[in-house]
């Protein structure tokens, strides 16, 4: 089996989601790639949806930042958006509303800009391309 190196902080990170999900480092690694050999949900009861798979109550969202996409999904019901693609590994993650993940990617993707303040309801859209703000609970 080949060997792979990480620097200690993308090791904690990969330990902290491998425990998280119950799974073992390989396996982990595994998910990153998309080449586990786990069986298909409707054969293994306990299977959480990989970072890409849409869940219930989730809509598919983009946005494109200087040229650069991000992908993810909206929670209906909570209204956290899950970043699944990203130019910057440290924005695949969930955040805690559209804005905070509308703030990370200016943060990340355009560090010179001196206030990535960002309303994220107006910069991801949905799939048919209208902006994601008619979701929005008031």
Known sequence: MPTVEFSDAAYEKLAF?????????????????????????????????SASEQRQDEIKVTATYLG?????????????LRITEAPHSDLVRTFKSPSQAAVETVRHLNPARKRPETNGWRFFCAEDGQLIERYRRR
Do not use: M
């Open 17 to 49: 989601a491998a425990k998280i999900a119950g799974v073992s480092l390989t396996e982990a690694v595994d998910r990153v790639f998309g080449t586990s050999n786990q069986a298909p949900a409707s054969d293994n009861p306990q299977h959480e949806p």
């Open 68 to 80: 650069r996409r991000v992908t993810g999904y909206l929670d209906l019901d909570s209204e956290r």
